[in-house]
């Protein structure tokens, strides 16, 4: 009886948002948001949804609301905002929309210093709150730094005697994409965004990639449209480029002109093309198997 009613509290949090009218009655918005926090410890039963569901919230909320409330909801330890994924979203969220009040609440803060990258808890963190973000959080972390330092830890990963993160990664973007199969939009932005992270021109991740089989199939003509785009009109400039000058400079000219990145991104397009055909090809049909071969 208790797994009823804790969805039945939830979706009824759901459709009083959906309606418009949680974000207009102060004291319904407060008791809702107490709810969820209670919902939250349930996960066993409703997993993230609570802590999204909050964060969905007051992200349509007024800044003065999200000032006012933010106390409520964001805890100020940064050992806790560090170790739990939830509190990483809500601090996002604040940083975006009240960055001044944030700053009042737990000082200047940044998570994603370099002395956390030797013990990879920037991609902990990466992975855990993947489902999380909203879009535009999304494409703003997987633009930025931390995804640089996946894409050189993954360069130097291949050297012998290197601690490799990949598998733990690899996890959490398999169930990030298993767990947003009805939202392609958010599918697509991760993928083409591990797809940018090249090195030369040569993205990180491997052509062959079992995630991939989470794909909606929505997600995945996107995607294969976008792999298409790519070879046909590649504009090195929207890829994140892992070499640093200083390693250009150590290294022959030759392995840094534009036309030996562009060679090495076709062929592992092409290959990434081909890894899909053969892994998914009972998930696809048999019209976008025919233009995924030409």
Same mark, same amino acid.
């Given at each position: 009886m208790?797994?009823?009613?804790l969805f039945?509290?939830?979706f009824?949090v759901?459709?009083?948002f959906?309606s418009g009218?949680?974000v207009k009655?102060?004291e319904?918005?407060?008791?809702s948001v107490?709810?969820?926090q =209670?919902?939250?410890?349930?996960?066993n039963?409703?997993q993230?949804?609570?802590?999204?569901?909050?964060v969905d919230i007051?992200?349509e909320?007024s800044?003065a609301?999200?000032?006012e409330?933010?106390?409520?909801?964001?805890s100020?330890?940064?050992?806790v905002m560090?170790s739990?994924?939830e509190?990483?979203?809500?601090f996002?969220?604040?940083?975006?929309k009240?960055?001044?009040?944030l700053?009042?609440?737990?000082g200047s803060?940044n998570?994603?210093?370099?002395?956390n990258?030797p013990?990879y808890?920037?991609?902990c963190?990466?992975?855990a709150t993947l !489902?999380l973000l909203t879009k535009?959080?999304?494409?703003?972390?997987? $633009?930025?730094?931390?995804i640089?330092?996946?894409?050189k830890?993954m360069?130097?990963?291949?050297?012998p005697?290197?601690f490799?993160?990949t598998? /733990?990664?690899?996890?959490?973007?398999?169930?990030?994409? /298993?767990?947003?199969w009805d939202d !392609?939009?958010q599918?697509l932005?991760?993928?083409?965004?591990?797809?940018s992270?090249t090195?030369?021109?040569l993205?990180?991740? !491997?052509?062959?990639?079992?995630?991939?089989?989470?794909?909606?199939?929505?997600a995945?003509?996107?995607?294969?449209?976008?792999?298409?785009?790519?070879f046909?009109q590649?504009?090195?400039?929207?890829l994140?480029?892992?070499?640093t000058?200083?390693?250009?400079?150590a290294?022959?000219?030759?392995?840094?002109?534009?036309? $030996?990145a562009v060679f090495?991104l076709?062929?592992?397009?092409?290959?990434?093309l081909?890894s899909?055909?053969?892994?998914?090809?009972? /998930?696809m049909?048999?019209?976008?198997?025919?233009e995924v =071969? $030409?």
């Open positions: 208790v797994r009823p009613a039945a509290n939830l009824g759901l459709a009083l959906q009218q949680l009655d102060q319904v918005l407060r008791k107490k709810l969820l =209670a919902l939250a410890q349930y996960q039963h409703l993230e949804q609570p802590w999204k569901t909050l007051l992200s909320v800044e609301t999200l000032q409330m933010l106390p409520e909801v964001l100020t330890d940064l050992d560090l739990c994924p509190q990483l979203g809500l996002l969220l604040a940083q975006q009240v960055p001044s009040r700053k009042k609440l737990v803060v998570l994603f210093l370099d002395e990258v013990s808890l920037c991609f963190l990466l992975g !489902p535009e959080q999304l494409q703003l972390v997987m $633009r930025g730094d931390v640089r330092h996946y894409g830890h360069c130097m990963a291949k050297l005697n290197q490799k993160f598998p /733990e990664l690899e996890e959490y973007v398999g169930t990030f994409l /298993e767990g947003c !392609p939009e599918q932005a991760v993928l083409v965004a591990f797809s992270a090195n030369h021109g993205p990180v991740v !491997p052509t062959f990639w079992w995630v991939m089989r989470f794909l909606s199939p929505q995945l003509q996107c995607y294969l449209a976008w792999l298409q785009g790519t046909h590649l504009d090195l400039d929207s994140i480029d892992l070499s000058n200083n390693t250009k400079k290294q022959d000219a030759s392995l840094h002109m534009p036309e $030996r090495r076709q062929k592992w397009i092409i290959l990434r081909g899909l055909v053969d892994s998914l090809h009972l /998930e049909e048999e019209a976008l198997m025919e =071969a $030409r």
